[in-house]
Protein backbone atom coordinates (compact mmCIF):
# COMPACT_ATOMS: atom_id res chain seq x y z
CA UNK A 1 0.00 0.00 0.00
CA UNK A 2 2.46 2.43 0.77
CA UNK A 3 4.35 1.51 -2.45
CA UNK A 4 1.34 2.18 -4.48
CA UNK A 5 0.92 5.95 -2.81
CA UNK A 6 4.94 6.27 -3.13
CA UNK A 7 4.43 5.11 -6.89
CA UNK A 8 1.46 7.52 -7.28
CA UNK A 9 3.49 11.03 -5.70
CA UNK A 10 6.35 10.22 -8.05
CA UNK A 11 4.12 9.34 -10.82
CA UNK A 12 2.22 12.95 -9.90
CA UNK A 13 5.70 14.95 -9.71
CA UNK A 14 6.59 13.29 -13.23
CA UNK A 15 3.26 14.34 -15.09
CA UNK A 16 3.89 17.69 -13.45
CA UNK A 17 7.56 18.17 -14.66
CA UNK A 18 6.78 17.06 -17.97
CA UNK A 19 4.21 19.65 -18.10
CA UNK A 20 6.52 22.41 -17.08
CA UNK A 21 8.87 21.41 -19.73
CA UNK A 22 6.42 21.10 -22.29
CA UNK A 23 5.20 24.79 -21.68
CA UNK A 24 8.50 26.23 -21.11
CA UNK A 25 9.19 24.39 -24.74
CA UNK A 26 5.80 26.32 -26.15
CA UNK A 27 7.37 29.65 -25.00
CA UNK A 28 10.83 29.18 -26.42
CA UNK A 29 8.63 27.99 -29.86
CA UNK A 30 6.93 30.48 -30.06
CA UNK A 31 9.37 33.35 -29.13
CA UNK A 32 11.75 31.61 -31.65
CA UNK A 33 8.63 32.09 -34.55
CA UNK A 34 7.81 35.70 -33.70
CA UNK A 35 11.67 36.48 -34.08
CA UNK A 36 11.50 34.57 -37.26
CA UNK A 37 8.66 36.29 -38.37
CA UNK A 38 10.67 40.28 -37.22
CA UNK A 39 13.41 39.20 -39.14
CA UNK A 40 11.63 38.18 -42.26
CA UNK A 41 9.75 41.38 -42.21
CA UNK A 42 12.26 43.32 -41.48
CA UNK A 43 15.88 42.36 -42.93
CA UNK A 44 17.92 45.37 -42.30
CA UNK A 45 17.50 44.87 -38.51
CA UNK A 46 18.75 41.32 -38.68
CA UNK A 47 21.78 43.11 -41.52
CA UNK A 48 22.18 45.76 -38.13
CA UNK A 49 23.12 43.15 -35.59
CA UNK A 50 25.42 41.48 -38.21
CA UNK A 51 27.14 44.76 -38.89
CA UNK A 52 27.62 45.32 -35.14
CA UNK A 53 29.21 41.94 -34.57
CA UNK A 54 31.15 42.77 -37.95
CA UNK A 55 32.42 46.43 -35.80
CA UNK A 56 33.30 44.08 -32.29
CA UNK A 57 35.02 41.00 -34.10
CA UNK A 58 37.40 44.06 -35.90
CA UNK A 59 37.91 45.92 -33.08
CA UNK A 60 38.30 43.09 -30.71
CA UNK A 61 41.42 41.99 -32.79
CA UNK A 62 43.81 45.11 -30.99
CA UNK A 63 43.64 42.61 -27.53
CA UNK A 64 43.48 39.25 -29.82
CA UNK A 65 46.79 40.44 -31.37
CA UNK A 66 49.54 40.96 -29.95
CA UNK A 67 51.53 43.43 -32.39
CA UNK A 68 48.13 45.29 -31.79
CA UNK A 69 48.10 44.94 -28.01
CA UNK A 70 50.84 46.32 -27.75
CA UNK A 71 50.09 49.61 -29.97
CA UNK A 72 47.29 50.65 -27.59
CA UNK A 73 47.85 48.54 -24.75
CA UNK A 74 45.27 47.46 -21.88
CA UNK A 75 42.98 50.44 -23.19
CA UNK A 76 41.83 48.97 -26.06
CA UNK A 77 39.01 47.89 -23.77
CA UNK A 78 37.62 51.64 -24.38
CA UNK A 79 37.55 50.86 -27.99
CA UNK A 80 35.30 47.74 -27.07
CA UNK A 81 32.77 50.00 -25.30
CA UNK A 82 32.59 52.68 -27.65
CA UNK A 83 31.38 50.15 -30.60
CA UNK A 84 28.54 48.51 -27.88
CA UNK A 85 27.83 52.15 -27.07
CA UNK A 86 27.65 54.30 -30.04
CA UNK A 87 26.53 52.33 -33.14
CA UNK A 88 23.60 52.91 -33.97
CA UNK A 89 20.75 51.71 -36.67
CA UNK A 90 21.34 54.46 -39.24
CA UNK A 91 24.23 56.13 -40.22
CA UNK A 92 23.43 59.66 -38.85
CA UNK A 93 22.84 58.50 -35.31
CA UNK A 94 25.60 56.61 -35.22
CA UNK A 95 27.53 59.90 -36.83
CA UNK A 96 25.46 61.91 -33.82
CA UNK A 97 27.11 59.62 -31.17
CA UNK A 98 30.31 59.11 -32.74
CA UNK A 99 31.28 62.58 -33.31
CA UNK A 100 30.09 63.68 -30.06
CA UNK A 101 32.05 61.10 -28.10
CA UNK A 102 35.53 62.02 -29.79
CA UNK A 103 34.68 65.86 -29.43
CA UNK A 104 33.49 65.28 -26.04
CA UNK A 105 36.21 63.12 -24.85
CA UNK A 106 39.21 65.50 -26.78
CA UNK A 107 38.21 68.76 -25.13
CA UNK A 108 37.56 67.40 -21.89
CA UNK A 109 41.31 65.46 -21.68
CA UNK A 110 42.79 68.67 -22.74
CA UNK A 111 40.99 70.46 -19.83
CA UNK A 112 41.71 68.15 -17.42
CA UNK A 113 45.38 68.20 -17.73
CA UNK A 114 45.14 71.85 -17.91
CA UNK A 115 43.04 71.76 -14.54
CA UNK A 116 45.75 69.40 -13.28
CA UNK A 117 48.28 71.53 -14.28
CA UNK A 118 47.02 74.86 -12.54
CA UNK A 119 46.28 72.76 -9.64
CA UNK A 120 49.67 71.36 -9.58
CA UNK A 121 51.24 75.00 -9.68
CA UNK A 122 49.80 76.13 -6.53
CA UNK A 123 51.64 73.13 -4.10
CA UNK A 124 50.73 70.42 -2.30
CA UNK A 125 48.51 71.71 0.18
CA UNK A 126 45.84 73.55 -2.07
CA UNK A 127 46.30 71.19 -4.90
CA UNK A 128 43.36 69.25 -4.27
CA UNK A 129 41.46 72.35 -3.54
CA UNK A 130 41.78 74.14 -6.22
CA UNK A 131 41.66 70.87 -8.66
CA UNK A 132 37.97 70.40 -6.92
CA UNK A 133 36.77 73.92 -7.13
CA UNK A 134 37.64 73.89 -10.83
CA UNK A 135 35.57 70.10 -10.99
CA UNK A 136 32.60 71.50 -9.99
CA UNK A 137 32.69 74.77 -11.74
CA UNK A 138 33.35 73.17 -15.07
CA UNK A 139 31.00 70.05 -14.54
CA UNK A 140 28.20 72.44 -13.25
CA UNK A 141 28.43 74.59 -16.29
CA UNK A 142 28.52 71.18 -18.84
CA UNK A 143 25.49 70.12 -16.89
CA UNK A 144 23.42 73.36 -17.11
CA UNK A 145 24.66 73.33 -21.39
CA UNK A 146 22.61 70.41 -21.74
CA UNK A 147 19.05 72.31 -20.67
CA UNK A 148 19.73 74.65 -23.37
CA UNK A 149 17.49 73.30 -26.20
CA UNK A 150 20.26 74.15 -29.38
CA UNK A 151 22.57 72.24 -27.69
CA UNK A 152 20.05 69.69 -25.89
CA UNK A 153 18.98 69.05 -29.47
CA UNK A 154 22.65 67.89 -31.41
CA UNK A 155 25.04 68.52 -28.84
CA UNK A 156 23.62 66.50 -25.55
CA UNK A 157 25.21 63.17 -25.41
CA UNK A 158 28.93 65.09 -26.39
CA UNK A 159 28.48 67.67 -23.09
CA UNK A 160 27.41 64.18 -20.88
CA UNK A 161 30.77 62.26 -22.18
CA UNK A 162 32.85 65.40 -21.45
CA UNK A 163 31.28 65.43 -17.82
CA UNK A 164 32.13 61.86 -17.74
CA UNK A 165 35.61 61.99 -19.44
CA UNK A 166 36.52 65.54 -17.52
CA UNK A 167 35.72 63.93 -14.10
CA UNK A 168 37.82 61.08 -14.75
CA UNK A 169 40.98 62.69 -15.93
CA UNK A 170 40.57 65.21 -13.23
CA UNK A 171 40.36 63.05 -10.44
CA UNK A 172 43.15 60.53 -11.35
CA UNK A 173 45.46 63.32 -12.16
CA UNK A 174 45.67 63.60 -8.44
CA UNK A 175 46.64 60.05 -7.93
CA UNK A 176 48.22 59.20 -11.33
CA UNK A 177 51.67 59.91 -12.63
CA UNK A 178 51.15 59.79 -16.33
CA UNK A 179 48.20 61.94 -16.88
CA UNK A 180 49.06 62.93 -20.09
CA UNK A 181 49.57 58.83 -21.61
CA UNK A 182 46.48 58.06 -19.75
CA UNK A 183 44.47 61.13 -21.78
CA UNK A 184 46.49 60.10 -24.89
CA UNK A 185 45.47 56.21 -24.75
CA UNK A 186 41.74 56.74 -23.84
CA UNK A 187 41.48 59.62 -26.62
CA UNK A 188 43.39 57.61 -29.40
CA UNK A 189 40.94 54.41 -28.40
CA UNK A 190 37.30 56.22 -28.34
CA UNK A 191 39.25 57.69 -32.05
CA UNK A 192 39.92 53.85 -33.24
CA UNK A 193 36.18 52.56 -31.99
CA UNK A 194 34.05 55.40 -33.66
CA UNK A 195 36.20 55.33 -37.04
CA UNK A 196 35.28 51.74 -37.37
CA UNK A 197 31.75 52.50 -36.40
CA UNK A 198 31.48 54.77 -38.93
CA UNK A 199 33.13 52.96 -41.61
CA UNK A 200 31.08 49.45 -40.61
CA UNK A 201 27.69 51.80 -40.85
CA UNK A 202 28.42 53.56 -43.83
CA UNK A 203 29.76 50.64 -45.95
CA UNK A 204 28.07 47.61 -45.50
CA UNK A 205 24.06 48.22 -46.33
CA UNK A 206 23.93 51.63 -44.92
CA UNK A 207 20.39 52.70 -43.80
CA UNK A 208 20.05 56.82 -43.81
CA UNK A 209 18.36 58.34 -41.32
CA UNK A 210 17.34 61.10 -44.43
CA UNK A 211 15.94 58.53 -46.41
CA UNK A 212 13.95 56.85 -43.84
CA UNK A 213 12.49 60.36 -42.85
CA UNK A 214 11.78 61.35 -46.83
CA UNK A 215 9.46 57.87 -46.59
CA UNK A 216 7.93 57.97 -43.08
CA UNK A 217 6.30 61.55 -44.82
CA UNK A 218 5.11 60.56 -47.67
CA UNK A 219 3.86 56.98 -46.73
CA UNK A 220 2.48 59.02 -43.49
CA UNK A 221 0.72 61.44 -46.45
CA UNK A 222 -0.68 58.94 -48.73
CA UNK A 223 -2.49 56.41 -45.49
CA UNK A 224 -3.92 60.27 -44.82
CA UNK A 225 -5.67 60.11 -47.83
CA UNK A 226 -6.30 56.72 -47.49
CA UNK A 227 -7.96 57.44 -44.24
CA UNK A 228 -10.23 60.75 -45.31
CA UNK A 229 -11.65 58.42 -48.29
CA UNK A 230 -12.36 55.55 -46.01
CA UNK A 231 -13.95 57.71 -43.48
CA UNK A 232 -16.32 59.43 -45.82
CA UNK A 233 -17.62 56.54 -47.54
CA UNK A 234 -18.04 54.41 -44.01
CA UNK A 235 -19.75 57.90 -43.25
CA UNK A 236 -22.52 57.90 -46.10
CA UNK A 237 -22.09 54.48 -46.88
CA UNK A 238 -23.47 54.63 -50.15
CA UNK A 239 -23.30 51.22 -51.26
CA UNK A 240 -25.28 50.25 -47.71
CA UNK A 241 -22.57 47.64 -46.11
CA UNK A 242 -21.07 47.48 -43.52
CA UNK A 243 -17.51 48.40 -44.49
CA UNK A 244 -16.30 48.53 -40.79
CA UNK A 245 -16.08 44.87 -40.71
CA UNK A 246 -13.62 44.99 -43.10
CA UNK A 247 -10.14 44.19 -41.47
CA UNK A 248 -8.20 45.92 -44.50
CA UNK A 249 -10.56 49.12 -45.15
CA UNK A 250 -10.65 48.93 -40.85
CA UNK A 251 -7.34 49.43 -40.90
CA UNK A 252 -7.27 52.31 -43.73
CA UNK A 253 -9.61 54.22 -42.11
CA UNK A 254 -6.95 54.13 -38.89
CA UNK A 255 -4.12 55.48 -41.34
CA UNK A 256 -4.47 59.36 -39.99
CA UNK A 257 -3.08 57.71 -36.56
CA UNK A 258 0.27 57.42 -38.07
CA UNK A 259 0.64 60.92 -38.76
CA UNK A 260 -0.53 62.20 -35.37
CA UNK A 261 1.99 59.37 -33.57
CA UNK A 262 4.83 60.62 -35.93
CA UNK A 263 6.16 63.96 -34.41
CA UNK A 264 9.14 62.25 -32.17
CA UNK A 265 10.54 59.88 -34.93
CA UNK A 266 10.51 62.95 -37.60
CA UNK A 267 12.14 64.99 -34.84
CA UNK A 268 14.75 62.73 -34.01
CA UNK A 269 15.45 61.71 -37.91
CA UNK A 270 16.09 65.08 -39.26
CA UNK A 271 18.21 65.95 -35.88
CA UNK A 272 20.85 62.75 -37.18
CA UNK A 273 19.85 63.28 -40.98
CA UNK A 274 21.60 66.68 -40.51
CA UNK A 275 24.92 65.06 -39.50
CA UNK A 276 24.94 62.61 -42.76
CA UNK A 277 26.87 63.27 -45.41
CA UNK A 278 25.47 63.62 -48.92
CA UNK A 279 23.50 60.33 -50.16
CA UNK A 280 21.71 59.60 -52.83
CA UNK A 281 19.15 62.84 -53.76
CA UNK A 282 20.06 64.37 -50.81
CA UNK A 283 22.85 67.11 -50.57
CA UNK A 284 24.65 67.46 -47.51
CA UNK A 285 22.70 70.70 -46.89
CA UNK A 286 19.35 69.36 -47.82
CA UNK A 287 16.30 71.32 -46.13
CA UNK A 288 15.55 68.55 -43.53
CA UNK A 289 13.96 70.96 -41.25
CA UNK A 290 10.96 71.00 -43.66
CA UNK A 291 9.88 67.91 -43.28
CA UNK A 292 8.84 68.80 -39.50
CA UNK A 293 6.80 71.70 -41.61
CA UNK A 294 5.14 69.36 -43.47
CA UNK A 295 4.71 66.76 -40.93
CA UNK A 296 3.22 69.22 -38.37
CA UNK A 297 0.99 70.48 -41.29
CA UNK A 298 -0.34 66.61 -42.00
CA UNK A 299 -1.25 66.34 -38.07
CA UNK A 300 -3.59 69.58 -38.06
CA UNK A 301 -5.25 67.80 -41.10
CA UNK A 302 -5.02 64.32 -39.15
CA UNK A 303 -6.62 65.79 -36.07
CA UNK A 304 -9.89 66.52 -38.28
CA UNK A 305 -9.76 63.41 -39.96
CA UNK A 306 -9.70 61.72 -36.50
CA UNK A 307 -12.64 63.98 -35.51
CA UNK A 308 -14.36 62.96 -38.85
CA UNK A 309 -14.05 59.16 -37.88
CA UNK A 310 -15.83 60.11 -34.47
CA UNK A 311 -19.01 61.19 -36.30
CA UNK A 312 -19.31 57.68 -38.17
CA UNK A 313 -20.31 56.47 -34.39
CA UNK A 314 -22.38 59.14 -33.38
CA UNK A 315 -25.55 58.19 -31.61
CA UNK A 316 -27.57 60.69 -33.35
CA UNK A 317 -28.98 59.04 -36.87
CA UNK A 318 -29.38 61.50 -39.27
CA UNK A 319 -32.40 61.52 -41.56
CA UNK A 320 -31.63 59.65 -44.85
CA UNK A 321 -33.22 62.01 -47.08
CA UNK A 322 -30.82 64.52 -46.01
CA UNK A 323 -27.66 62.01 -45.80
CA UNK A 324 -28.59 61.26 -49.43
CA UNK A 325 -29.12 65.14 -50.49
CA UNK A 326 -25.18 65.52 -49.44
CA UNK A 327 -23.88 62.30 -50.12
CA UNK A 328 -22.60 63.25 -53.64
CA UNK A 329 -21.03 66.22 -52.92
CA UNK A 330 -19.59 65.02 -50.10
CA UNK A 331 -17.72 62.47 -51.55
CA UNK A 332 -16.91 64.46 -54.48
CA UNK A 333 -14.66 67.08 -52.20
CA UNK A 334 -13.35 63.95 -50.02
CA UNK A 335 -11.92 62.04 -53.53
CA UNK A 336 -10.75 65.67 -54.73
CA UNK A 337 -8.84 66.15 -51.39
CA UNK A 338 -7.61 62.57 -51.27
CA UNK A 339 -5.88 63.34 -54.78
CA UNK A 340 -4.00 66.29 -54.09
CA UNK A 341 -2.89 64.65 -51.22
CA UNK A 342 -1.94 61.12 -53.57
CA UNK A 343 -0.56 63.96 -56.01
CA UNK A 344 1.92 65.25 -53.53
CA UNK A 345 2.76 61.83 -52.76
CA UNK A 346 3.92 61.42 -56.27
CA UNK A 347 5.69 64.81 -55.46
CA UNK A 348 7.77 63.37 -53.12
CA UNK A 349 8.40 60.16 -54.33
CA UNK A 350 9.70 61.34 -57.46
CA UNK A 351 11.32 64.72 -56.21
CA UNK A 352 9.93 66.37 -59.39
CA UNK A 353 7.21 69.23 -59.61
CA UNK A 354 4.04 68.23 -60.55
CA UNK A 355 2.36 70.13 -63.11
CA UNK A 356 -1.40 68.76 -61.98
CA UNK A 357 -0.97 70.12 -58.21
CA UNK A 358 -1.95 73.37 -58.78
CA UNK A 359 -4.69 72.33 -60.68
CA UNK A 360 -5.97 69.51 -58.62
CA UNK A 361 -6.00 72.23 -55.45
CA UNK A 362 -8.17 74.41 -58.14
CA UNK A 363 -10.66 71.24 -58.21
CA UNK A 364 -10.64 70.70 -54.64
CA UNK A 365 -11.72 74.80 -53.68
CA UNK A 366 -14.36 74.38 -56.21
CA UNK A 367 -15.63 71.50 -54.32
CA UNK A 368 -15.64 73.46 -51.34
CA UNK A 369 -17.56 76.14 -52.88
CA UNK A 370 -20.16 73.90 -53.94
CA UNK A 371 -20.46 72.04 -50.60
CA UNK A 372 -21.04 75.57 -49.08
CA UNK A 373 -23.72 76.24 -52.26
CA UNK A 374 -25.82 72.87 -50.88
CA UNK A 375 -25.23 74.08 -47.77
CA UNK A 376 -26.81 77.29 -48.20
CA UNK A 377 -29.91 75.54 -49.30
CA UNK A 378 -30.01 73.43 -46.21
CA UNK A 379 -32.78 75.44 -44.78
CA UNK A 380 -34.86 74.08 -48.00
CA UNK A 381 -34.57 70.82 -47.29
CA UNK A 382 -35.30 70.73 -43.27
CA UNK A 383 -38.72 69.96 -44.21
CA UNK A 384 -39.69 66.13 -44.72
CA UNK A 385 -41.78 65.26 -47.37
CA UNK A 386 -42.49 61.65 -45.95
CA UNK A 387 -45.95 60.93 -44.01
CA UNK A 388 -49.70 61.10 -44.97
CA UNK A 389 -52.37 61.12 -42.85
CA UNK A 390 -56.52 60.54 -43.64
CA UNK A 391 -58.37 63.44 -43.51
CA UNK A 392 -62.51 63.74 -42.71
CA UNK A 393 -63.50 62.72 -45.95
CA UNK A 394 -61.65 59.33 -46.52
CA UNK A 395 -59.13 61.00 -49.03
CA UNK A 396 -55.21 60.86 -48.05
CA UNK A 397 -53.24 63.91 -47.98
CA UNK A 398 -49.25 64.05 -47.77
CA UNK A 399 -48.02 65.64 -44.37
CA UNK A 400 -44.82 67.48 -44.03
CA UNK A 401 -42.70 67.02 -41.17
CA UNK A 402 -39.74 70.05 -40.01
CA UNK A 403 -36.69 67.82 -39.01
CA UNK A 404 -35.37 68.64 -35.67
CA UNK A 405 -32.27 71.08 -35.46
CA UNK A 406 -30.38 68.01 -33.07
CA UNK A 407 -30.41 65.37 -35.76
CA UNK A 408 -29.09 68.10 -38.39
CA UNK A 409 -25.85 68.80 -35.99
CA UNK A 410 -23.90 65.68 -37.10
CA UNK A 411 -24.14 66.43 -40.80
CA UNK A 412 -23.25 70.10 -40.03
CA UNK A 413 -20.09 68.73 -38.27
CA UNK A 414 -19.32 66.60 -41.00
CA UNK A 415 -19.60 69.16 -43.78
CA UNK A 416 -17.83 71.61 -41.65
CA UNK A 417 -14.85 69.45 -40.81
CA UNK A 418 -14.85 68.45 -44.75
CA UNK A 419 -14.06 71.98 -45.58
CA UNK A 420 -11.60 72.26 -42.98
CA UNK A 421 -9.78 69.00 -44.34
CA UNK A 422 -9.70 70.64 -47.41
CA UNK A 423 -8.24 74.42 -46.12
CA UNK A 424 -5.24 72.61 -44.02
CA UNK A 425 -4.83 70.15 -46.78
CA UNK A 426 -3.68 73.64 -48.99
CA UNK A 427 -1.25 74.02 -45.92
CA UNK A 428 0.53 70.69 -46.90
CA UNK A 429 0.79 71.62 -50.78
CA UNK A 430 2.41 75.29 -49.56
CA UNK A 431 5.04 72.85 -47.59
CA UNK A 432 5.65 70.63 -49.83
CA UNK A 433 6.06 73.53 -52.79
CA UNK A 434 8.38 74.74 -50.19
CA UNK A 435 10.31 71.77 -49.51
CA UNK A 436 10.48 71.41 -53.70
CA UNK A 437 11.85 75.08 -54.37
CA UNK A 438 14.49 74.29 -51.32
CA UNK A 439 15.89 71.52 -52.25
CA UNK A 440 15.81 72.13 -56.14
CA UNK A 441 13.10 69.26 -56.99
CA UNK A 442 13.02 68.89 -60.94
CA UNK A 443 10.39 70.08 -63.03
CA UNK A 444 8.29 67.79 -64.15
CA UNK A 445 8.32 66.36 -67.74
CA UNK A 446 4.77 65.45 -68.57
CA UNK A 447 2.36 67.10 -71.49
CA UNK A 448 1.45 70.22 -69.27
CA UNK A 449 -0.62 72.07 -71.66
CA UNK A 450 -2.69 69.13 -72.43
CA UNK A 451 -3.25 67.89 -68.88
CA UNK A 452 -4.43 71.77 -67.95
CA UNK A 453 -6.26 72.15 -71.10
CA UNK A 454 -8.61 69.03 -69.89
CA UNK A 455 -8.90 69.94 -66.60
CA UNK A 456 -9.95 73.93 -67.15
CA UNK A 457 -12.28 72.39 -69.60
CA UNK A 458 -13.73 69.84 -66.30
CA UNK A 459 -14.03 73.10 -63.99
CA UNK A 460 -15.48 74.98 -66.47
CA UNK A 461 -18.13 72.26 -67.19
CA UNK A 462 -18.73 71.70 -63.33
CA UNK A 463 -19.10 75.72 -62.99
CA UNK A 464 -21.87 75.64 -65.44
CA UNK A 465 -23.67 73.31 -63.98
CA UNK A 466 -23.65 74.62 -60.73
CA UNK A 467 -24.88 78.05 -62.08
CA UNK A 468 -27.63 76.52 -63.89
CA UNK A 469 -28.86 74.76 -60.38
CA UNK A 470 -28.61 78.05 -59.10
Keep these: ?????????????????????????SRIWRFLEKAWELGASEPRKVIHCLKVGVAL??????????????????????????????????????????????????????????????????????????????????????TFSRFIPSIKARFDYGAMIFILTFSLVSVAGY???????????????????????????????????????????YRNMEKLADSLDGCVAEYFNRDGTAK???HDFGKKMQGYKCALNSKASEESMANFARWEPAH?????????????????????????????????????????FLKKNFSEVCMRLSSHCSEVLRALVVTMKTMTKSSMTDLLVEEMNFAVQELQNALKALPNQLISPHGSVNDAKGDTTSKQFIVPVIEIVPLATTISLLSEIAARIEGIVDAVDDLADLAGFKPATDNKSKQSQCTTDKIDDETMKVLQKV
Aim: with cysteine; hydrophobic share 50%.
Design 57 to 142: SLVSLFYYMRPLYDGVGGTAMWAVMTVVVVFEYTVGATLYKCINRATGTFLAGSLGIGVHWVASQSGEKFEAIIAGILVFILASAA
Design 1 to 25: MANEKVCGFVHGVYLRLQSLIARFL
Design 175 to 217: RVEKLFEMAHNRVSTIVLGTSICIFTSMLICPVWAGNELHLLI
Design 244 to 246: SSN
Design 280 to 320: GHFNFRHPWKQYLKIGAAMRNCACCVESLSGCINSQIQIPE
